[in-house]
């Protein structure tokens, strides 16, 4: 698993989010579980207004959800 710095969000369902910049995979961690979830060919834009977004989890479901392929990871830690 390539490894992507997380940054801790403010959000009900949110816990982390990161972004490979390279690859445009942005990586996303749920609230209450250990799986991680890396969205494909994802814009930097949509990343950045997640991080700026009021509702994350709002955010989520309008630009990224049923957007973007993805793969779950279990989370190591």
């Known amino acids: 698993m390539m490894t ?3 940054i801790p969000v403010s959000s009900e369902n949110i ?3 990161g972004y490979n910049s ?3 995979i942005l990586r996303i961690c749920f609230i209450g579980n250990d799986i991680l979830y890396d969205y494909d060919d994802v814009p930097e834009y949509i990343y950045e207004g997640l ?3 009021d ?3 709002k955010f989520h479901r309008k ?3 049923n957007r ?3 793969k779950k990871l ?3 830690h």
């Open 22 to 24: 390279e690859e445009n």
């Open 68 to 70: 973007y392929s993805y």
């Open 74 to 76: 279990v989370d190591p």
């Open 4 to 6: 992507i710095k997380m």
């Open 55 to 57: 509702s994350k989890g």
């Open 51 to 53: 991080l700026n977004a």
């Open 63 to 65: 630009e990224i959800m």
């Open 15 to 17: 816990q982390s989010v």
